[in-house]
């Protein structure tokens, strides 16, 4: 059964830093290029990141480029989003969502079930 | 960046209705377009993709059309699980882009 399961939200002051962790299971997770998505409350879906299988090709949103940093360890199975700088405007789930294959042009067919970032003095 | 129009921004529908969610890209996505369904507290699931393939588990009520800038999902008969909320995605460009989405509610 695939799995995704995000750690290491929590309150942070603005200008503040934090690092989220995605742990994968029930797949080859090398094999899987990966996402970040975040919802604010209320809100609804949006796209911040890809990075893919082998750490090559990364993308990011316009409003995290430069403040947030995208990196997977293939060897334990986890991705991570280092977030620095952060805004009131960045409160929100995060969640990790696995691209549909390796490359090309896919959906995010598995996510997991968030983890909340609250950025507030 | 590609914009997503989801229309309406809420359905009202009784049980075993059908419903019609649609969707507009700003510009052509070809069939790179995926439906998503997320209720209160859960992540979104993935309903469908390529315009038009149900996702594996997916139920047969639900279905996809559309290429290019204009795509609809129907749910030909709405059971009490489907109430929820609908985002449309485009995954033809960077940076992918989600509607705002449609909220189908009980009627």
């Known amino acids: 059964e695939v799995q995704l399961v995000e750690s290491g939200g929590g309150l942070v002051q603005p200008g503040g830093s934090l690092r989220l962790s995605c742990a994968a299971s029930?797949?080859?997770?090398?094999?899987?290029?990966m996402n970040w998505v975040r919802q604010a409350p209320g809100k609804g879906l949006e796209w911040l990141s890809y990075?893919?299988?082998?750490?090559?090709?990364?993308y990011y949103a316009d409003s995290v480029r430069g403040r947030f940093t995208v990196s997977r360890d293939n060897a334990e199975n986890s991705l991570y989003l280092q977030m620095n700088g952060l805004r009131d405007e960045d409160t929100a789930i995060y969640y990790c969502?696995?691209?549909?294959?390796?490359?090309?042009?896919?959906?995010?067919?598995?996510w997991g079930q968030g983890v909340l970032v609250t950025v507030s003095s | 960046d590609i914009v997503m129009t989801q229309s309406p921004a809420t359905l009202s529908v009784s049980p075993g209705e059908r419903a019609t969610l649609s969707c507009r890209a700003s510009?052509?996505?070809?069939?790179?377009l995926a439906w998503y369904q997320q209720k209160p507290g859960q992540a979104p699931r993935l309903l469908i993709h390529?315009?038009?393939t149900r996702a594996t588990g997916i139920p047969d009520r639900f279905s996809g059309s559309g290429s290019g800038t204009e795509f609809t999902l129907t749910i030909s008969s709405l059971q009490s699980e489907d109430f929820a909320v609908y985002y449309c995605?485009?995954?033809?460009?960077?940076?992918?882009?989600f509607g705002q989405g449609t909220k189908v509610e009980i009627k």
């Open positions: 969502a696995r691209y549909m294959d390796a490359f090309g042009y896919y959906p995010f067919d598995y």
């Open positions: 029930g797949f080859t997770f090398s094999s899987y290029s």
């Open positions: 990075l893919g299988t082998g750490s090559q090709t990364i």
């Open positions: 510009r052509s996505v070809t069939s790179h």
């Open positions: 390529g315009a038009s």
């Open positions: 995605q485009q995954y033809n460009n960077w940076p992918r882009t």
